[in-house]
């Protein structure tokens, strides 16, 4: 070895001795003749023809020997103090060894030396720290279930290297360095050690210092024998070098090479040596390589533990906390949403409390909302991380559910846990839980705590299963709604210059949204209509449904009717009546609470928005004045209240401050006894319709004369969950309507996947199943699908979690083989509606449109159509149920779902009549309004130009495969000067009391 910054240290050794040699023979003897009489002994042991006479005499000698070597095992093993401080000894005894092999390759010089004991006292303090190693190395024999793998454990291994060692120098009088450093890789015993004393109790740091005591014992170790190879010199060769500062100079050199800087100051001369190089090197870069990214990341997850473990509460006006379900997709959906603008409220903060740390696909959303949302490792289940999270000074916690699990019913088990742990750390706090069963929704009313007034259970599958159910009777309807609750982020109309008139249309009519505010001092004693004809001429919003306070809570009436005549109650604080809007965003909404009808009387239609602009930015002063005598709501008692000059609306109201009326026996009175239309119970065999061709062409009577009837077509196997038909066929079986209005059901599907549904759908009338799958044609055919008036297409199969896009093949290829078959077969306009998993799949459903591959579900023809339909655009009624209290009932009021008193419903009225020729929308209204009844939009006919974009040029429309010639799209709350066609269908939502002639 060359050092050129000390080479005037460096001196050739003179004759040195070579016993090294006896000491190699001699661990080579002793390791050899153990290992062999171990080989020996175990094959004598499992060979001998008395086996199982010897088998027999250790069995009455096990009791003994099993007694002793579990003995020694429990001192080895670290469960007890005794063994703990024998290992702890043990580990100090090889410190110390090591310590004076790093002083014996400082002193002498000479790789061969000799010694008296008398003169080195730490020739004594070594051999009794040998005995001690000794001694435990025993132990480990005893210990050891196998003596063979015992002599090949590389402990043994460096423990007959380095022990043999003292007795083989204090017999010659003459010590070699040797292989002494083999005993650093003993300083691993450091990681048990560490283990009894809880000082650190971070398995990050833990796992980090055990990656450190491995690499530097491999780094000492390397040194170790790179000087004894490189001071020894080659056999044939007097090239041995000598340095005073040689050990500390080949760990520097060890250091540089293996981080691979390799500054060549220093490198070995030695044959042996540049042979150890290469091997050690090779070595040496594969465990740095590996040890470099675990460092990383246990940085990484130590600095996302402190990140990830803490939550000031301080530093936010106020928080929601969100858990379960909580991946990269559903954060992003829940904060585009939740934190939309046109929600106005930017004080509300997000905080997702989940297990698992965020990935890489998590966090970068979480930096896009960085200034309103942060996240904690924990779990709900755990009482310190509710704790963490400041449970009880939230405003509400929501509890998101996987919808496209495969297992939902564990899915709403777990929620429902959630929902317990948090019921156990306080009633207070609002609870919005996500849910996929209708069964689960019936266990929350007995968990302890919950409050039916301020909690709320969304059923996804029920609110979809409702939508789809009344777009069977009003076409249209799932898009409508859905664009009502839904927060899109069209950008500004200007930007789809050159666009068809249609998707104009359709993005402006998206771009509304059902929000709630208080009622200004003008509206104090009017009733539903009066209110809601002020606030459409007037201010350019549809009233939808107030909410008034009864005791201390609070009833929501949709669209009351002339009879029952509730009249809108405008107190300070959160007792006065509240309204349901539908509006382009809140600051649209919100001019209600400021509305003076004496100062804005002047006001004319072609002013609207400039007066709209006016009264977000004034406070009127004629409120000041006004002293109004009302009754408080929870004492009864009669109070003077001042009206303040600042409007209602500058005071939000979250769900936290709010309770809606609900009582539990008519709770339990309405999931028992639903108003539907029910029959005599019948067999799932009775409702089975004949499939067979054959059969069904010699006795057509054998299957049903069905027309206008809807099918519904549902992938199910065995193994598929439980839909919940019952929340599809309800609505379609009001007491409301007469039996021979309601249309016939035909289920398409496999019969073992009915068989656990039947028991709550056998009593519904006029509902026939057929036994297949939807893909068969013979089954479409028996199901008569070509004289049905609506298809819906869903699926309950497994899904692929690898490559979510295919979980809608079946329904997209159904969708498409129904297309191509009515096309040639159809003896009616027949609306195919595809209930998707996946949103971008709306792009296969339609060749004859023009939207993007990747569009969003609500951009697309089909969704704007009403032939599309995804689960996930039910989640803006999670985040509406906080920012507008109600959401949840009014939706269920509106698609009558299960357990519901639906006090109106929304039908599809033509407008065909000569009453409407040359109208606007706005006539429109004001027409149906004077009727008790609302119109919310128009499904107008799509151009004939839209549905044959994209085709070849000169074909025409009834060419295009799956494109009917009536194609309508839905407009949501057009413009007031929008004028009516003579094809339009308008949404006008009724009371149960109207009567056909009213409608029209």
Not at 256 to 279: H, R
Not at 427 to 433: D, F, G, K, S, Y
Not at 555 to 579: A, C, D, E, F
Not at 866 to 872: H, K, P, Q, W
Request: net charge negative.
């Amino acid at each position: 070895m060359t050092n050129d910054t000390n080479s005037s240290d460096v001196q050739l050794m003179d004759e040195p001795q070579k016993v090294w040699w006896i000491y190699v023979v001699t661990f080579a003897i002793i390791y050899t003749v153990s290992l062999g009489f171990s080989c020996v002994s175990y094959g004598v042991h499992c060979l001998t023809k008395n086996y199982k006479q010897q088998q027999s005499q250790e069995k009455r000698r096990k009791p003994k020997l099993k007694r002793i070597h579990e003995l020694v095992r429990q001192l080895i093993s670290g469960d007890t103090v005794v063994s703990k401080i024998f290992i702890s000894v043990t580990f100090a005894c090889n410190l110390i060894y090591i310590i004076l092999t790093v002083y014996r390759a400082y002193t002498p010089l000479e790789v061969e030396y000799s010694f008296a004991i008398s003169q080195e006292p730490a020739r004594i303090v070594e051999l009794l720290v040998v005995l001690e190693l000794i001694c435990f190395a025993v132990i480990r024999l005893l210990a050891a279930n196998n003596i063979v793998l015992y002599w090949l454990d590389l402990y043994t291994i460096i423990d007959v290297l380095t022990l043999s060692h003292i007795f083989v120098s204090l017999a010659l009088g003459v010590d070699w360095l040797g292989l002494r450093s083999a005993r650093f890789f003993w300083l691993t015993q450091l990681i048990t050690v560490f283990r009894f004393i809880p000082l650190i109790h971070s398995q990050d740091i833990i796992d980090l210092f055990s990656l450190c005591i491995y690499f530097i014992s491999l780094l000492f170790f390397g040194t170790g024998i790179i000087h004894l190879l490189e001071i020894s010199g080659d056999p044939w060769s007097d090239n041995a070098v000598v340095d005073n500062n040689q050990f500390l100079s080949y760990a520097y050199f060890i250091i540089v090479t293996i981080t691979t800087v390799g500054y060549g100051d220093i490198s070995p001369e030695t044959a042996f040596g540049q042979t150890f190089m290469v091997v050690y090197i090779v070595i040496g870069l594969a465990f740095f390589a590996a040890l470099l990214p675990v460092i990383s990341e246990v940085i990484s997850n130590f600095n996302a533990k402190r990140q990830y473990t803490k939550f000031d509460r301080t530093r936010v006006p106020r928080h929601v906390i969100v858990c379960g379900h909580i991946t990269a997709f559903t954060a992003q959906e829940f904060l585009k949403d939740f934190l939309h603008p046109d929600r106005g409220d930017s004080n509300t903060h997000v905080l997702f409390l989940h297990p698992i740390r965020p990935e890489k696909d998590l966090k970068n959303v979480l930096r896009s909302y960085y200034t309103r949302v942060q996240y904690i490792a924990g779990s709900v289940l755990n009482s310190n991380d509710l704790q963490t999270s400041k449970l009880m000074s939230s405003s509400a916690v929501f509890i998101l559910a996987d919808k496209y699990t495969n297992n939902p019913l564990e899915e709403d088990n777990g929620n429902l846990l959630r929902l317990v742990s948090i019921k156990n750390t306080t009633t207070e706090i609002p609870v919005i839980i996500q849910l996929l069963l209708g069964s689960s929704k019936k266990q929350v009313k007995n968990i302890e705590g919950w409050n039916p007034g301020s909690d709320i259970a969304v059923c996804l599958n029920e609110l979809k299963l409702g939508l789809l159910a009344q777009s069977c009777l009003c076409p249209g309807f799932s898009t409508l709604i859905a664009n009502l609750f839904y927060t899109s982020d069209f950008p500004a109309l200007t930007s789809f210059e050159g666009l068809n008139a249609w998707k104009e249309d359709y993005i402006e009519g998206a771009s509304n949204e059902i929000y709630a505010t208080h009622f200004s001092f003008s509206f104090e004693g009017k009733n539903f209509q009066e209110a809601a004809h002020i606030c459409y001429n007037k201010l350019g919003l549809i009233l939808l449904a107030f909410e008034s306070p009864e005791g201390k809570f609070r009833k929501l009436h949709v669209n009351p009717s002339s009879q029952s005549n509730p009249k809108i109650v405008v107190k300070s604080g959160v007792y006065g009546t509240r309204g349901y809007f539908i509006g382009q965003d809140i600051e649209h909404v919100s001019v209600v609470g400021s509305y003076c009808e004496t100062c804005d009387e002047a006001s004319t239609e072609k002013e609207m928005h400039k007066f709209v602009r006016r009264v977000t930015q004034r406070r009127c002063d004629c409120f000041s004045e006004l002293k109004v005598v009302s009754t408080h709501p929870l004492n009864g008692t009669e109070v003077v209240v001042q009206k303040e000059k600042t409007s209602p609306r500058t005071k939000r109201v979250s769900r936290m401050e709010v309770a809606f009326s609900w009582d539990e026996d008519e709770f339990e009175e309405l999931n028992e006894e639903y108003s539907v239309l029910l029959g005599d119970p019948m067999k799932l065999e009775d409702a089975l319709l004949n499939s067979d061709y054959d059969v069904v062409k010699k006795d057509p009577g054998s299957i049903p004369d069905l027309a206008d009837h809807i099918v519904l077509c549902v992938f199910a196997d065995d193994k598929s969950p439980i839909l919940g038909l019952h929340n599809f066929l309800y609505p379609l079986r009001n007491k409301n309507g007469s039996r021979d209005s309601m249309k016939p059901v035909v289920i398409v599907s496999n019969s073992t996947f009915l068989k656990h549904e039947w028991p709550l759908i056998r009593k519904i009338p006029d509902v026939f199943v057929v036994d297949g799958s939807p893909l068969r044609i013979q089954n479409l055919q028996a199901a008569s699908i070509s004289s049905c008036s609506v298809c819906i297409v869903t699926t309950m199969l497994s899904a692929d979690n690898n490559e979510p896009a295919v979980n809608d093949k079946e329904v997209v290829l159904c969708s498409l083989s129904i297309q191509k078959y009515l096309k040639r077969n159809a003896t009616r306009q027949v609306q195919i509606i595809a209930d998707l998993r996946q949103e971008s799949n709306v792009q296969f459903l339609d060749f004859g449109d023009e939207d993007e591959p990747d569009e969003r579900i609500y951009k697309a023809q089909p969704f704007a159509c009403g032939e599309a339909f995804s689960v996930s655009m039910m989640d803006s009624v999670t985040s509406s149920a906080f920012h507008s209290p109600g959401t949840l009932y009014l939706v269920e009021d509106l698609i009558q779902c299960t357990g519901t008193k639906a006090t109106c419903q929304i039908v599809g009225v033509p407008l065909n009549s000569e009453e409407y020729a040359g109208k606007t929308f706005q006539d429109l209204y004001n027409l149906q309004l004077d009727k008790n009844n609302l119109v919310l939009g128009l499904y107008r006919r799509l151009p004939a130009q839209a549905m044959l974009a994209n085709c070849n040029p000169g074909r025409s429309v009834s060419s295009v495969v799956g494109v009917s010639q009536d194609k309508h799209y839905v407009i949501t709350a057009p413009k007031s000067g929008t004028l009516l066609d003579e094809m339009d269908i308008a949404f006008v939502l009724v009371n149960k009391t109207s009567t056909p002639a009213e409608l029209n």
